[in-house]
C-alpha cells in the first residue's frame, strides 16, 4: 500500500530533521567552511560542492544499505548503536565546550589566493577524507532513511536539510562575522548543538 501525502510529507519532515540535527555538528568541516566563507572564497562553490556530495552519499546509503544488511543481518542495528554512542560523544563533547567557552573562529578578512576549482577540489578532500560524513550520510541517515515506506521522501527531505545547511553557512558566514567570531555566541552554538546530539542519539537509540 502506498503511502498517504501527509505520511510522505512526515517521511521528509524526519528526514530534514535528522539530517540538519547532524549538519548541526561543529565540527573540522562546519569551521573550515566558515572561515573560507568569512574570507569570501567563493561561497556558491563551496555550499554546492558539499551540498551535492552530501546528498549523493545520501541517496547511496538509503538504496544500498539494506542490500548490506541482506548481506550482513547484524550490520546496522551494531552500526545504529555505535552510531548512538558516537553522536552522545559529540554531544558531551560540545557541552564541555560550551561550559568552558572553548570554541572560536578565526576572522579570515584577506585577500583571496585559491580559484573556484581549487576552492572545489579543497572541499571535496576535506569532505571525503573524513570518516564521520560516512558515518552521518551513508550509515546513519541511510540506514534510517531505508527504513521508511518512501525513501524517496525521506531523501528529498534530507536533502534539503542539507542544501539549506550549506548554503546558510556559506553566504550567511559574513553577514554575521562579528557575531560568529565572539566566544560568547558559539557557547550558545554549542549548547544547542549538545541537545540535538543527544536528542538523536535518543531517537537512534529507539530505532533498535
Not at 562575522?177 to 566566544?183: A, I, T, V, Y
Amino acid at each position: 500500500m502506498s503511502p498517504t501525502i501527509a505520511e510522505i510529507f512526515g517521511i521528509s519532515a524526519s528526514g530534514f530533521i535528522i539530517s540538519l540535527g547532524l549538519l548541526m555538528t561543529i565540527g573540522a568541516q562546519n569551521v573550515w567552511l566558515l572561515n573560507k566563507s568569512l574570507a569570501g572564497e567563493y561561497p556558491w562553490v563551496l555550499g554546492s560542492v558539499c551540498f551535492l556530495l552530501d546528498a549523493s552519499l545520501i541517496t547511496i546509503g538509503v538504496y544500498t544499505i539494506g542490500h548490506i544488511q541482506d548481506l550482513v543481518p547484524q550490520l546496522v542495528p551494531v552500526v545504529t548503536f555505535l552510531g548512538a554512542i558516537f553522536l552522545a560523544s559529540l554531544s558531551a563533547q560540545a557541552f564541555f565546550r560550551a561550559w568552558y567557552g572553548r570554541s572560536q573562529l578565526t576572522n579570515n578578512t584577506g585577500i583571496v589566493h585559491s580559484g573556484p576549482w581549487q576552492i572545489a577540489g579543497q572541499a571535496l578532500a576535506i569532505n571525503l577524507l573524513n570518516p564521520h560524513v560516512y558515518l552521518d550520510t551513508v550509515i546513519l541517515i541511510g540506514g534510517i532513511g531505508a527504513q521508511q515506506a518512501s525513501p524517496l521522501a525521506f531523501i528529498i527531505g534530507a536533502a534539503g536539510a542539507s542544501a539549506l545547511w550549506f548554503y546558510s553557512l556559506t553566504f550567511g558566514a559574513r553577514l554575521f562575522r562579528s557575531k560568529l567570531c565572539r566566544p560568547q555566541h558559539w557557547q550558545v552554538i554549542d549548547g544547542m548543538t549538545a541537545i540535538c546530539l543527544m536528542v538523536l542519539a535518543t531517537l537512534l537509540l529507539q530505532q533498535l
